[in-house]
């Protein structure tokens, strides 16, 4: 069983630029959510992927937009940064059974806005 | 008010000890309460969750939920170095799409 991948594992970026990151969901997962987590913060829902069609979105401006793939994974897609978009972004990926609760967690990409 | 509100510590323990994190949250609608451990420089993982009141133990770890109190507890037993990391809460209602988390509490167990 393969877990949760992310890539890149870091960037940096100037104000201004768009970034694109991507997550690999794990075998059988079709859900897949994106996390803000800012150091020393608990990670903040972003928005939640469901069978290609985004189904929940947390206080994010447009300018965060996704896409889920027919594979299931997917890809956070951030315009115009801001020095406060700098933050570790992660993904989670899980099922739409009754344990919808129990998310796994990629490692993370490192994104720093100069 | 933040939804959930979490001691982010650090809180700092000699090995052995007994540790007790906590949360407290203001939304009634919660009723899957999770605890995720979070090592420097990774992912959250998921180590237990309970779904509406009551206690689960799960080897030295054991989690409460009061939903009368809107609080819920980990309790680790016997704690070790290797425990040392970031705890977080998180709660979600029933068919609810996100999750929402503490801000984490920094556990340092030394040996």
């Known amino acids: 069983e393969t877990g949760v991948t992310q890539s890149p594992t870091h960037l940096i970026k100037t104000r201004g630029q768009q970034v694109t990151l991507r997550c690999s969901s794990q075998?059988?997962?079709?859900?897949v959510s994106w996390y803000q987590q800012a150091l020393g913060q608990g990670p903040q829902f972003i928005f939640q992927?469901?069978?290609?069609?985004?189904?929940g979105r947390g206080n994010f401006p447009p300018r965060f937009s996704g896409l889920q793939f027919p594979n299931y994974s997917s890809e956070l897609n951030v315009n115009a940064l801001e020095l406060d978009d700098s933050a570790l972004y992660l993904c989670?990926?899980?099922?739409?059974?009754?344990?919808?609760?129990?998310?796994?967690f990629g490692p993370g990409t490192r994104l720093t806005v100069l | 008010q933040k939804e959930v509100e979490q001691d982010p510590g650090p809180l700092s323990v000699p090995e052995g000890a007994i540790v007790s994190l906590n949360c407290t949250y203001s939304n009634s609608a919660f009723q899957y309460f999770m605890w995720y451990r979070q090592y420097s420089r990774k992912g959250p993982e998921l180590l237990m969750y309970?779904?509406?009141?009551g206690n689960k133990e799960d080897g030295r770890f054991t989690a409460q939920v009061d939903k009368s109190s809107k609080y819920i507890s980990l309790f680790i037993r016997d704690s070790q170095p290797s425990d040392s990391a970031t705890y977080l809460c998180a709660m979600r209602a029933t068919g609810g799409f996100k999750t929402i988390f503490g801000a984490g509490t920094r556990l340092f167990v030394k040996a």
């Open positions: 992927y469901y069978r290609e069609e985004e189904n």
């Open positions: 309970t779904y509406s009141s």
């Open positions: 989670a990926s899980s099922t739409d059974s009754g344990r919808a609760y129990e998310q796994f």
């Open positions: 075998s059988g997962h079709n859900t």
